[in-house]
């Protein structure tokens, strides 16, 4: 059994900063790709950034030059650093990993179970 676990949202004021983190835990082999994604009330859930296992990186323009995404493959841990956050961020934010269990041959996806970040204007 895989669990990802975030941390790190909260409320926040429009220009402030928030770091999250999401730690994978379970039989773990390997972790190839790990990304956030977030969802806006009454919106579709959409990528906010994501980073290979070599540390290759990927932004929605929305947030490029404000937020920046990085991983520790020896914690299996994921980071979003959040800065200059506008009140258009506030959205559940997502952990999403692509995860080789122990004893299997193949990957598969996961998620955390959100948390929340509000941005006040």
């Known amino acids: 059994q895989v669990h990802l676990v975030e941390s790190g949202g909260g409320l926040v004021q429009a220009g402030g900063s928030l770091r999250l983190s999401c730690a994978a835990s379970?039989?773990?082999?390997?972790?190839?790709?790990m990304g956030w994604y977030r969802q806006a009330s009454g919106k579709q859930r959409e990528l906010v950034a994501d980073?290979?296992?070599?540390?290759?990186?990927n932004y929605a323009d929305s947030v490029k030059g404000r937020f920046t995404v990085s991983r520790d493959n020896v914690k299996n841990t994921v980071y979003l650093q959040m800065n200059s956050l506008k009140p258009e961020d506030t959205a559940v934010y997502y952990c999403?990993?692509?995860?080789?269990?122990?004893?299997?041959?193949?990957?598969?996806?996961?998620w955390g179970q959100g948390t929340q970040v509000a941005v006040s204007s």
């Open positions: 999403n990993a692509e995860i080789r269990q122990i004893g299997s041959l193949t990957t598969s996806n996961y």
């Open positions: 980073i290979t296992r070599g540390g290759s990186t």
């Open positions: 379970g039989m773990i082999r390997s972790i190839n790709y």
